[in-house]
């Protein structure tokens, strides 16, 4: 795979592993190994290697940041939703 972006070859990967509980449900775990150094957009699925987002704990690239204005003024995360409160 290589970066959308810069066109180079990314490394590491997704791991997949799974875990019966009782009641027959199961729970899936996605986790990246300690050597992947790209994400996979949460809205287009591009590939893009961290060097190459401004944000990549958000799961989405920048085009898609700027597209759906995931990101705050000062260039933050967004923190939409989140229920914490500052009292």
């Not at 970066?3 to 997704?14: A, L, Q, W, Y």
């Not at 997949?16 to 996605?30: A, F, K, Q, T, W």
């Not at 050597?35 to 690239?61: A, K, M, N, Q, Y």
């Not at 920048?62 to 204005?69: F, L, T």
């Amino acid at each position: 795979m290589e970066c959308h972006v810069c066109f180079r070859e990314v490394s590491g990967d997704i791991t997949v592993s799974s875990l019966m509980l009782p009641g027959e449900m199961e729970i899936i775990r996605l986790a990246g190994t300690p050597d992947r150094d790209w994400i996979s957009c949460d809205s287009c699925g591009t590939v893009v290697c961290l060097s190459c987002c401004r944000h990549p704990e958000t799961g989405f690239c920048d085009g898609c940041s700027e597209k759906y204005n995931l990101l705050a003024a000062d260039e933050e995360p967004s923190t939409a939703g989140d229920n914490q409160s500052d009292d």
